[in-house]
DNA sequence: ATGCCCGGAGCGTCCGGA
């Protein structure tokens, strides 16, 4: 059973490279972020006709998340983390499917480092890791699968020293990431390739495509419950090479089928 | 130090992204 996540920058201007990539990849279950639409402007009809259930969060001009269900029905079980009911942002959405607990991830950019956006990163990791205890203490499958703009560690980065004061690879943020796997979270894909260099994301600007100037932003973060259920992960990193593409790859996990 | 490229909103040219 594979399960991708794919940030795709604008769900809608994205439609046509989203649903080939479907027709191919053929994933079980899909996590989107950046939808970048309203939710009544989500392109339902066309995910239905490529053989998908949908549950979304939309939210005008800016993130936005949704989960794709190929077969089995996805069970909502949240649209937004708990712990800031003043957080207006459509960037978290859970649902329960194939017996798993599967969080989207949407984490906040966070630059320019120092500022407010970067405080906000911060306090939005908090009140993740807050929700993720929870989920591990329940003792179920979980994995929190999305976008969660940090390089955890050099290996993620095509020029480290360039990214010191990103707000991606801010000590603080890597810190963070740290903090939750020491909850007992597992990184899939760095699991899997301990000493890769692996990228997901390649900016549109200064060719960073054609140069592979990448970073590794889309994790999967497993619940000890599922290493023993992991057959492979990868990048589909052709897909990025594709006309009006998103300055994301697709991401995925294989799963042994309990 | 700045622009470089994109999508979205909306119609000139911003903002946010990473």
Known sequence: MKIASYNVNGINGRLPVLLRWLKEAKPAIVCLQELKTTSDKFPLNAINAAGYSAIWHGQKSWNGVAILSRKEPLNETRRSLPGDRTDTNSRYIEAIAHQIVIGCIYLPNGNPYPGPKFDYKLKWFKRLSAHAKKLLAHDVPVMLVGDYNVMPTELDVYKPEKYID???????????????LKQGWTDAIRYKYPDKRIYTF???????????AGLRL????LSPQLISRLK????DKHVRGWDKTSDHAPVWIELKTK
Not at 203 to 212: E, F, P, Q, S, V
Request: charged letters at 30%; glycine letters at 6%.
């Open 166 to 180: 990103d707000a991606l690879f801010r000590k603080e943020t890597r810190a963070a990431y740290q903090r939750l």
């Open 202 to 212: 390649w900016d549109y600007l200064r060719n960073a495509w054609g140069r592979d």
């Open 218 to 221: 889309d994790h999967f973060l």
């Open 232 to 235: 492979a992960v990868g990048v």
